[in-house]
């Protein structure tokens, strides 16, 4: 099974315990093509449907008709805060492929869940207002 980074696949994540998202549900790959192609493992984020959930920095928004390659059946939210080792084994058939477009946010997202984002890009204009991973600037090579 060739697997790639910004891939789409249905993945059985259960069993759970508490918060974490389970069942046969779509997972958005995150790891590197690297480690996909050599590991017997891929780095995943849960995807869910339920757009009512509470929207956090680390919410990457997937609109079907925008982005018709990612295969879902339904506008859909990546949960990057959800974020789990997977053995490939428990990976089920291929949905699609998120949109290159889509990626950038989703990188800014992850900075965000792993607490790598420089503070003042959490920030909003009130001091400790978070904002959407999606507005997050990340610093230009010459600036880091």
Request: aromatic share 2%; net charge neutral; hydrophobic share 40%.
């Amino acid at each position: 099974m060739i697997v790639r980074r910004g891939d789409i696949f249905y993945a059985d994540l259960s069993p759970v315990i508490g918060s974490e998202q389970g069942g046969l549900r779509p997972v958005l790959i995150i790891q590197n093509d690297v480690g996909n192609k050599y590991s017997p493992t891929v780095i995943a984020a849960a995807i869910t449907s339920r757009m009512g959930k509470t929207k956090l920095p680390t919410h990457i928004d997937i609109n079907i008709e925008d982005d018709p390659e990612q295969g879902l059946a339904k506008d859909s939210v990546v949960l990057l805060e959800q974020v789990r080792t997977l053995d490939k084994r428990r990976l089920r058939e291929k949905v699609g492929r998120l949109s290159e477009n889509l990626m950038p946010a989703v990188d800014k997202a992850l900075l965000v869940s792993l607490g790598l984002a420089p503070r003042h890009l959490l920030l909003g204009e009130e001091p400790g207002r978070a904002v959407a991973a999606s507005t997050l600037a990340l610093p230009k090579e010459e600036e880091k």
